[in-house]
């Protein structure tokens, strides 16, 4: 997934997401996208400068704030010796327990739920502040594309796995065909004219010459 996307997901995923990983948040590379994005806010509505912040710029703000609690707690927990993937993307504020289990199952609800409920508040933000409205539909746009991305990729490796499985079953099936060896074969009944005497009819001569 491009960087320029992922950053724009992770802008909104540290205010609505709990528990993201720890190295899901780059410092330097986040500081500089929460930097540019107030930036732009500051540009893109100066007359909010005379009377109070524009709200890209209070986004900003807020990102980088959620951003430097989200490693700090990560940091705290990974002390503690509590166990968690360091890339996680977080779960969905509206993942509650009281759902059904189809809602849950394969994330659903982080990847429809959310990017649509926030497309929806930058909708709503329109008439107030077209900057951050804007950013907030194209941000919730990313993390769309940001959950259908890792699930394809999660997808993806469990197939791998699976076809693994079928590929040493393959595998251990020739091993043990080779290992038996080959099967003794039934050594065949000579063929040909027979040459000598045969030990019946040499006793038959031995009782005649006793006679």
Not at 177 to 188: S, V
Request: net charge positive; glycine share 6%.
């Amino acid at each position: 997934m491009p960087r320029v996307l992922y950053l724009s997901a992770l802008t909104l995923l540290v205010i609505i997401r709990r528990d993201l990983g720890y190295r899901l948040i780059n410092p330097p590379h986040f500081l500089c996208a929460t930097a540019a994005l107030a930036f732009v806010g500051i540009i893109a509505e100066p007359r909010a400068r005379q009377e109070d912040l524009p709200g890209l710029v209070i986004f900003a703000m807020l990102s980088l704030f959620f951003a430097v609690c989200h490693r700090y707690q990560r940091k705290k927990e990974l002390k503690k010796g509590i166990v968690q993937h360091t890339y996680y993307i977080g779960t969905s504020p509206f993942n509650t327990r009281w759902l059904p289990k189809f809602c849950r199952r394969n994330r659903r609800i982080e990847r429809l739920v959310d990017p649509l409920a926030c497309f929806l508040v930058g909708f709503c933000l329109l008439p107030y502040s077209r900057p951050l409205a804007y950013w907030l539909m194209f941000s919730s746009s990313c993390v769309g594309f940001l959950e259908q991305f890792v699930h394809l990729k999660e997808l993806n490796q469990s197939l791998d796995t699976l076809d693994g499985i079928v590929h040493s079953e393959v595998q251990s099936r020739t091993v043990e065909q080779y290992e038996e060896g080959p099967k003794e074969q039934k050594q065949q009944a000579e063929t040909g004219l027979p040459t000598g005497i045969g030990p019946d009819i040499h006793e038959q001569i031995k009782r005649r010459r006793k006679q």
